[in-house]
């Protein structure tokens, strides 16, 4: 892999991407809020989990919830699993349909194995389908034929105890290239507020390979697998029956398990080209007093891309998926029923127009897809940009996307705690003298949340040496899904919000060996109707993020990062400032020590959590590759 440094930043800005268009396009000339976050970048960030990579990235908030979960969302509504962001890796969404959202904890790679996770903040529907409204995360890992021969890394520190991963990649025949890898983590526990034990320490072991087989020079063939084990322990804070408004802290234990299968066909000859994926995923969990959910997912996906007159290029795709569930109930949580499948069928269709060749661009299209719980959407979207000279890219668009509800707001029943009624109405007045439980229900009736998504951006290249990004946003969201006021009865359509904001970065080469990154963030989230208005702060109004890389010698590797996060109401987080720092040092061309401290300013804070406290962490690791 290529040093950071020794690349020139126009080469920087010009990494291939594929997310926005669906087939690749020059990152500076895309038409989106995109940011590309490399293995490079990450490695030189030292930070060892997906969701902490994510920090990096401009305009988006990463919140350590625990030992194990993290809240990674973007342009507001940001709690919790984060419901509004699509995450997929090598092309498998790994989105939960029965909660909505991405548990972090299990969504994990050899991260010396990644190619570069692209990152939209914004809706892109139209080629990935429901749930991508606020942003998509699309990881994507390097071909076995750039992973070859042998890896290992292995280190510890005070929070991050152990950690080891290895991999091997070899040569199959002339075309053809494999890696098998694997890895183990175990991390301790966070803190509670008074400074206690949260009893919510982990480990995870994690496995794969992947094979990809260059038929010819058109056509590749790849196929990859992967399974996890995660064990855990969690303190559960559970109802008392019978008894008005008490609770219990309970020390429990839960685990997660996994394992998927996917292959991918695909060719392009630059003038046309197709794809046909296909994957199959399997999760079991097991957590929150023993509530348990099995999860089987296959998914089959074919797309073809063509150039018609030379001025239209015309993507189509179809795709199907069909997830089943079985669920064991608990004290807390129960679905009706307890088991259930669903169906997802699309279709997509997206034109992109040479209005003036090499300067101004259309691409209008629109997804279709019909699901098991709200028939059929439509998601369309436009977007145009202008290419004045090769320094500015300017562009505009209005998206539609959809987020289907959720397996737990149509199907559940989660009950809180239980009361007097009378005590209730008036806790200085007489008890009624029964007990109900206070319950949230399910509702088989709700509609997908909508949203109406504007953007302006602008993408300016000041110097060689420095390159500045803008964007603007402004979205208008309907029939969103809430908690109703009082925190029990039945989830309901009947919010409606507005966030807007904008987000600025730059890139700054200011030296040979010196790069500096920078970025600012503001949103503003204003929600209405008769809901619980929590997701107003469940995310910081302000973002700051700087990183500086700089080569002190050829041989030795300084790196900083600065993070301010804003407060986050919701939780009754106060604004905070991160510092973390590396250094790395080249022994051999084989050999590398790196040593890094994390939130080095303050013993501990709150991110995510009204309870949990995030602690300064220190680190050490070597690396063998030959």
């Known amino acids: 892999m290529e040093r950071l440094l020794e690349l020139p930043l126009e080469q920087l800005m010009d990494i291939p991407v594929t997310t926005v268009a669906g087939v690749e396009q020059d990152w500076f000339r895309s038409p989106a809020a995109l940011h590309v976050v490399t293995g490079e970048d990450l490695r030189r960030t030292g930070h060892r989990t997906l969701a902490e990579a994510l920090r990096v990235v401009p305009g988006v908030f990463v919140g350590q919830s625990g030992s194990r979960t993290w809240t990674v969302g973007m342009r507001g509504f940001s709690g919790g699993l984060a419901n509004k962001t699509l995450v997929l890796?090598?092309?498998?969404?790994?989105?939960?349909?029965?909660?909505?959202?991405?548990?972090?904890?299990?969504?994990?790679?050899?991260?010396?194995?990644?190619?570069?996770?692209?990152?939209?903040?914004?809706?892109?529907?139209?080629?990935?389908?429901?749930?991508?409204?606020?942003?998509?995360?699309?990881?994507?890992?390097?071909?076995?034929?750039?992973?070859?021969?042998?890896?290992?890394?292995?280190?510890?520190g005070n929070e991050e105890h152990v950690f080891t991963s290895a991999r091997y990649g070899g040569k199959a025949s002339d075309n053809g290239y494999y890696r098998v890898w694997g890895k183990y983590v175990v991390r301790d526990h966070t803190e509670t507020m008074p400074g206690g034990d949260t009893h919510d320490e982990w480990d995870l072991g994690h496995g794969g390979f992947r094979f990809d087989y260059d038929v010819d020079e058109q056509t590749r063939v790849t196929v990859q697998s992967d399974g996890y084990d995660v064990d855990f322990d969690e303190n559960q804070r559970l109802p008392v029956p019978g008894m008005h408004l008490s609770f219990m802290r309970r020390r429990g234990h839960g685990w997660a398990s996994g394992a998927n299968f996917l292959a991918r066909v695909t060719r392009d000859t630059g003038e046309s080209g197709w794809s046909l994926q296909t994957y199959y995923d399997f999760t079991d969990r097991q957590q929150a007093a023993n509530f348990e959910v099995e999860r089987h997912t296959a998914d089959i996906d074919v797309r073809h891309h063509f150039v018609v007159g030379g001025w239209n290029d015309v993507m189509w795709?179809?795709?199907?998926?069909?997830?089943?569930?079985?669920?064991?109930?608990?004290?807390?949580?129960?679905?009706?029923?307890?088991?259930?499948?669903?169906?997802?069928?699309?279709?997509?269709?997206?034109?992109?127009?040479?209005?003036?060749?090499?300067?101004?661009?259309?691409m209008i299209g629109s997804k279709l897809e019909h699901?098991?719980?709200?028939?059929?959407?439509?998601?369309?979207?436009?977007?145009?940009?202008?290419?004045?000279?090769?320094?500015?890219?300017?562009?505009?668009?209005?998206?539609?996307?959809?987020?289907?509800?959720?397996?737990?707001?149509?199907?559940?029943?989660?009950?809180?705690?239980?009361?007097?009624?009378?005590?209730?109405?008036?806790?200085?007045?007489?008890?009624?003298?029964?007990?109900?439980p206070l319950q949230v229900v399910g509702d088989p009736d709700l509609k997908s949340e909508k949203v109406l998504a504007y953007e302006l951006g602008h993408r300016i290249r000041i110097t060689p040496e420095l390159s500045l990004d803008t964007a603007l946003f402004y979205n208008d969201y309907d029939d969103l899904i809430f908690v109703p006021k009082g925190t029990f009865g039945a989830w309901n359509?009947?919010?409606?919000?507005?966030?807007?904001?904008?987000?600025?970065?730059?890139?700054?080469r200011i030296l040979e060996p010196w790069r500096l990154a920078a970025s600012y963030s503001f949103v503003e989230v204003e929600v209405h109707g008769p809901v619980l208005p929590q997701d107003q702060g469940n995310a910081p109004h302000h973002l700051v993020k700087a990183r500086s890389h700089f080569d002190v010698t050829d041989d030795v590797e300084l790196d900083t990062a600065l993070y301010f996060v804003d407060q986050v109401p919701t939780v009754d987080a106060d604004e905070y400032v991160r510092l973390d720092q590396g250094i790395t040092w080249r022994a051999t061309d084989n050999i590398e020590l790196a040593l890094w401290g994390q939130n080095l300013l303050q013993e501990t804070h709150r991110e995510a959590s009204p309870t949990v406290q995030i602690e300064r962490a220190i680190y050490l690791s070597a690396t063998v590759q030959f």
């Open 371 to 436: 699901n098991s719980f709200t028939g059929v959407e439509v998601q369309p979207s436009g977007r145009l940009w202008w290419t004045p000279d090769d320094r500015n890219t300017l562009w505009a668009s209005i998206s539609r996307p959809v987020r289907v509800p959720s397996r737990t707001e149509r199907d559940s029943t989660l009950t809180l705690g239980f009361a007097d009624p009378g005590l209730l109405i008036d806790p200085a007045g007489p008890p009624a003298g029964f007990i109900v």
């Open 493 to 508: 359509n009947d919010g409606t919000a507005e966030t807007f904001g904008f987000e600025l970065s730059a890139e700054w």
């Open 89 to 156: 890796i090598d092309g498998r969404a790994v989105y939960d349909p029965l909660f909505g959202g991405t548990f972090w904890d299990v969504q994990d790679i050899l991260l010396e194995d990644l190619e570069r996770i692209e990152v939209i903040r914004g809706p892109g529907a139209t080629l990935w389908g429901a749930n991508a409204v606020n942003g998509v995360i699309n990881v994507i890992t390097r071909r076995a034929h750039d992973t070859q021969g042998f890896y290992l890394k292995a280190g510890g």
């Open 317 to 362: 795709g179809l795709g199907y998926r069909y997830t089943a569930d079985s669920t064991r109930s608990s004290p807390v949580v129960e679905f009706d029923p307890s088991s259930r499948s669903l169906e997802t069928f699309s279709g997509f269709l997206q034109d992109t127009i040479t209005v003036i060749p090499e300067r101004l661009f259309a």
